[in-house]
């Protein structure tokens, strides 16, 4: 029984890192980002509950609303957990260089 849930779990958490990578994708199509995902899923020791972090590093400013767009189609989603989207471009060097050593590549 625990293994049925344990997998229920995992594919439900496969679902919503899915679904999120396909908005991101939508919204960001045409523009020159990288996106990658970090934390816990990225890990692998995410629990049913955990946020899903997401950096994105564009090439070039974005246009001033997009990602408010993008974080309010996140939410308005099925998706039951938090997203961070943080954009790596605004943050301290340091964290950036942090988040790149553990994050997996979503697309670029």
């Known amino acids: 029984m625990s293994i049925s849930h344990s997998q229920s779990t995992a594919e ?17 199509k045409g523009y020159s980002v990288q996106v990658y ?23 070039e400013p974005l246009p001033i609303g997009l990602l ?13 957990v938090n997203i961070d989207l943080v954009n790596l471009s605004q943050t301290d060097e340091s964290f950036k260089q942090h988040i790149l050593q553990e994050a997996i590549v979503w697309f670029d």
């Open 68 to 80: 408010a767009e993008v974080r309010d189609a996140l939410f308005e989603s099925t998706i039951p």
């Open 12 to 28: 439900t958490s496969s679902a919503n890192l899915a679904l999120a990578r396909q908005i991101i994708f939508d919204k960001f």
């Open 37 to 59: 995902l970090f934390g816990s899923h990225a890990r692998g020791n995410a629990r049913p509950t955990s946020d899903i972090d997401v950096g994105i590093l564009p090439a």
